[in-house]
């Protein structure tokens, strides 16, 4: 064989492999590139499995009802002086930061409280709404919450209660978020930053619009 | 003006020092808290604390007369899950400094003596290890105040 017919056989060969890599890359390799998020951006979005709690919407807070919409969820309890406060004031700023973004592509917020015993929906609707007139408040008995919160990893537990009655409630603090098909898709923990989280939520937007 | 004495006062009392007779021993400052939602009584309280002279110091305790019960507390942070435990004492260093902040120290404000809303002043005195006593205003807000 000449040499140039051999030189010839060797670039077809480079070629068509590279060819081959570049159709693997483009098939399955998605064509945009995760975003660098502070927040915890799931590897995969997890489906959340079915839930039934009540919520100050009137509606009943189940899987079905985080669907067609973004949804984040934070998890406390209404006699929280520190961490619950402080979250639901910031994801107040942080839709706040989110002013221009069409409704559609807003999240609703969800304060699940853990503490069924103290925190029924008449009260949980005035913590709200205190915060922000569109957070919904949710809850519901203990085993129904660990039907959300366990697939969640989001954690909870009661002190004992002191001689007035009183007790803690140690609780997760990040607050998850949820596509508009019910899956967690991302985590954000403490300390928020409502500027970060608005942009990251906003890359994460994007990624999920340009990759499903 | 009227309007801005209480601010006025509110922040010469946020930062005048513990009256000792050798001088001040402790300053205060980025004092607030916060008004709590409908429903719960309940307040959180944030401040700093600077220790002025060089020997640490420790805060033993935080009275108000328009709480029947006042107690540090910490916010501890253990895999993710927020947990809270009271705190006798805080120590503060030499020429340091202590920040009792959100997810932090917090002084915790039991059952009030009337509605409070974001405005309202709250009387707080602090006493020290060394015997010295802190009196601070702190206003009632929603938000933090800005650093």
């Given at each position: 064989m000449k040499s140039k017919t051999l030189l010839a056989y060797a670039g077809l060969c480079i070629l068509a492999i590279a060819g081959g890599l570049l159709a693997g890359y483009l098939t399955f390799h998605p064509r945009h590139p995760r975003p660098v998020t502070e927040a915890v951006l799931l590897h995969e979005a997890k489906p959340l499995p079915e839930f039934t709690l009540s919520d100050t919407a009137g509606q009943g807070f189940t899987r079905?009802?985080?669907?067609g919409h973004w949804s984040l969820l934070y998890f406390g309890y209404t006699?929280?002086?520190?961490?619950c406060p402080t979250t639901l004031s910031e994801l107040d700023h942080m839709q706040g930061q989110l002013r221009g973004v069409p409704a559609a592509d807003k999240p609703a917020v969800y304060f699940i409280s853990v503490d069924p015993q103290r925190d029924d929906l008449a009260l949980l609707r005035n913590y709200a709404l205190y915060f922000n007139p569109a957070f919904i408040g949710a809850t519901g008995n203990v085993e129904s919450l660990k039907a959300l919160t366990a697939p969640l990893g989001v954690d909870f537990s009661y002190d004992p209660a002191d001689r007035k009655g009183d007790y803690g409630v140690n609780h997760s603090t990040f607050v998850v978020l949820v596509d508009p098909e019910a899956r967690e898709v991302a985590l954000f923990t403490p300390p928020l930053q409502p500027k970060r989280m608005a942009a990251d939520y906003l890359a994460i937007l994007k990624y999920y619009g340009e990759n499903t | 003006m009227p309007r801005r004495l209480p601010v006025l006062l509110l922040l010469l009392a946020a930062f005048v020092p513990a009256a000792r007779g050798e001088g001040p021993s402790v300053r205060a400052g980025h004092v607030w808290i916060r008004q709590a939602p409908p429903g719960v009584s309940v307040l959180a309280g944030y401040f700093s604390i600077e220790n002025l002279t060089d020997k640490p110091l420790t805060l033993t305790s935080v009275k108000s007369p328009d709480f029947g019960t006042v107690e540090m507390h910490e916010s501890v942070s253990q895999g993710g899950t927020e947990s809270m435990r009271q705190v006798g004492e805080v120590d503060i260093p030499a020429l340091g400094s202590v920040e009792f902040k959100p997810g932090g120290y917090h002084v915790m404000l039991m059952q009030p003596k009337k509605n409070l809303f974001a405005g309202d002043m709250v009387s707080l005195t602090l006493a020290f290890s060394d015997g010295s006593e802190l009196a601070i205003l702190a206003p009632v807000r929603r938000d933090p105040p800005q650093r």
């Open positions: 079905a009802a985080l669907l006699h929280c002086p520190d961490a | -």
